[in-house]
């Protein structure tokens, strides 16, 4: 393990460099936190979208193989935010 020398020339203890590193580390893990929370309004609002078109076609067509198919993928990314909703927990369980 490398120590840094301090400004008066004694090493600085490996603890500090190893908690410096994960100061960095939990920043990094911060920022991926934000880019997956700002995917997630994204895809919320595709899901959303989704929804409507849904919800606005006749009922005759919502149970056509098109309307299925819409509500289907309403679903999909639905879930795909929830799952991605947990794993930023686990990730905010883990940099804590």
């Known amino acids: 393990m490398l120590l840094k020398k301090t400004t008066t020339g004694g090493e600085q203890s490996p603890h500090k460099t190893a908690t410096t590193m994960n100061a960095q ?3 990094e893990i911060a920022k991926a936190i934000a880019l997956i929370e700002d995917a997630i309004a994204i895809l919320d609002s595709v899901a959303e979208e989704e929804r ?7 009922e005759s067509l ?4 098109r309307g299925e198919r819409i509500g289907e993928c ?3 990314i639905e879930g795909v935010c929830c ?3 947990d794993q930023i927990d ?3 369980d883990a940099i804590e």
Not at 52 to 58: H, K
């Open 25 to 27: 580390r939990r920043k």
């Open 52 to 58: 409507e078109a849904y919800d606005n076609l006749p």
């Open 83 to 85: 799952e991605l909703t």
């Open 90 to 92: 686990n990730l905010n």
């Open 74 to 76: 309403a679903d999909a």
């Open 62 to 65: 919502q149970y056509s193989e």
